[in-house]
T-cell receptor, first 115, second 113 residues
Framework: KAGVTQTPRYLIKTRGQQVTLSCSPI?????VSWYQQTPGQGLQFLFE???????NKGNFPGRFSGRQFSNSRSEMNVSTLELGDSALYLC??????????????FGPGTRLLVL | TQLLEQSPQFLSIQEGENLTVYCNSS?????LQWYRQEPGEGPVLLVT?????EVKKLKRLTFQFGDARKDSSLHITAAQPGDTGLYLC?????????????FGEGTQLTVNP
């Protein structure tokens, strides 16, 4: 069974631009969560989607948004990029709504550099 | 806001040594997970502990959940170079729901041959 895939793996953008990242969950998984990982802040939860609906949201500004499609694939969008948005963006999938007892499978991440 | 503090942040040891990584919080968690992340990859779940005082063993790795479910530790016996990586603890609940795991900043472990 193929793992979680994320595209692109690397991305360089300039301030003010917008970016869209894609995540394909493991086949059969309906929950997709997004995290931002930076050296200073560690892994921070962005949001979770289940059955095309956002079920949970972290403390990020509205510039960060996402969506999920009927095939469970998910995209996240960051508008008006800032230097501080440079990070590794991780996507994780699970069978159902992920909680403390559910196993989340992480993708390799998309490394975004904002210049 | 629930915070998880991991210590130490960095650890460099020789092959064969033992080590312990700590994960502490002032908040109570319904469960706590440990992950290992290697360069260029996402975190991989090692274990989930649920009951206060619970101890789980995974080969040379021993995980313990504190009695009050506010802290956890990871002990590695006879570390090997293959254990090198970023170790992350993550707590869930009781205030959180869904995927809102709270992660510690991680412990970067380097095991030198």
């Amino acid at each position: 069974k193929a793992g979680v895939t994320q595209t692109p793996r690397y991305l360089i953008k300039t301030r003010g631009q917008q970016v869209t990242l894609s995540c394909s969950p493991i086949s059969g998984h309906r929950s997709v969560s997004w995290y931002q990982q930076t050296p200073g802040q560690g892994l921070q939860f962005l949001f979770e989607y289940f059955s095309e609906t956002q079920r949970n949201k972290g403390n990020f500004p509205g510039r960060f948004s996402g969506r999920q499609f009927s095939n469970s694939r998910s995209e996240m969008n960051v508008s008006t990029l800032e230097l501080g948005d440079s990070a590794l963006y991780l996507c994780a999938s699970s069978l159902g709504l992920a909680g403390g007892l559910r196993t989340q499978y992480f993708g390799p991440g998309t490394r975004l550099l904002v210049l | 806001t629930q915070l998880l503090e991991q210590s130490p942040q960095f650890l460099s040891i020789q092959e064969g040594e033992n080590l312990t990584v700590y994960c502490n919080s002032s908040s109570v968690f319904s469960s706590l997970q440990w992950y290992r992340q290697e360069p260029g990859e996402g975190p991989v779940l090692l274990v989930t502990v649920v009951t206060g005082g619970e101890v789980k063993k995974l080969k040379r790795l021993t995980f313990q959940f504190g009695d009050a479910r506010k802290d956890s530790s990871l002990h590695i016996t006879a570390a090997q170079p293959g254990d090198t990586g970023l170790y992350l603890c993550a707590g869930a609940g009781p205030e959180t729901s869904g995927s809102r795991l709270t992660f510690g900043e991680g412990t970067q472990l380097t095991v030198n041959p």
